[in-house]
């Protein structure tokens, strides 16, 4: 048996807002812009992609699950999520050499510092 990752599953109380929001974080593609499943790829044909879901709660805990992103130039890009809109955050990590922050709706994740660096 062989299993091949299709997609990770976002909650969120606005996808289309979100997911847009990835979208241009990443610099992927919108494959399917349905409001109750919204979602972005690397590119139209390659996966895993992104889905955003509508729930009507809010989050109120830190993720169980989150991303890691490992730049170029981890200031450089950090300072571009964060005029996107994301900001930072603290989740008891402390002094670290990778920067937590947080998109629109508050999930958070990791900008790692570069390779070797």
């Not at 992927?28 to 895993?48: G, K, N, Q, S, T």
């Not at 805990?61 to 170029?72: A, G, I, Q, S, Y």
């Not at 900001?87 to 670290?96: I, L, P, S, W």
């Amino acid at each position: 048996m062989t299993l091949e990752w299709e997609q990770v599953v976002m909650d969120a109380a606005d996808p289309v807002a979100l997911g847009r929001w990835w979208a241009e974080a990443l610099g992927w593609v919108v494959v399917d812009d349905d409001p109750d499943e919204f979602e972005i790829r690397p590119a139209p044909d390659r996966l895993p992609g992104i889905i955003f879901e509508p729930v009507t709660d809010r989050k109120v805990v830190k993720n169980r699950l989150h991303l890691d992103f490992r730049p170029e130039d981890q200031r450089a890009e950090v300072d571009r999520l964060l005029a996107l809109g994301a900001h930072h955050a603290d989740v008891g990590q402390g002094e670290q050499s990778w920067v937590v922050l947080a998109d629109p709706e508050g999930n958070e994740f990791c900008v790692l510092s570069a390779r070797g660096g």
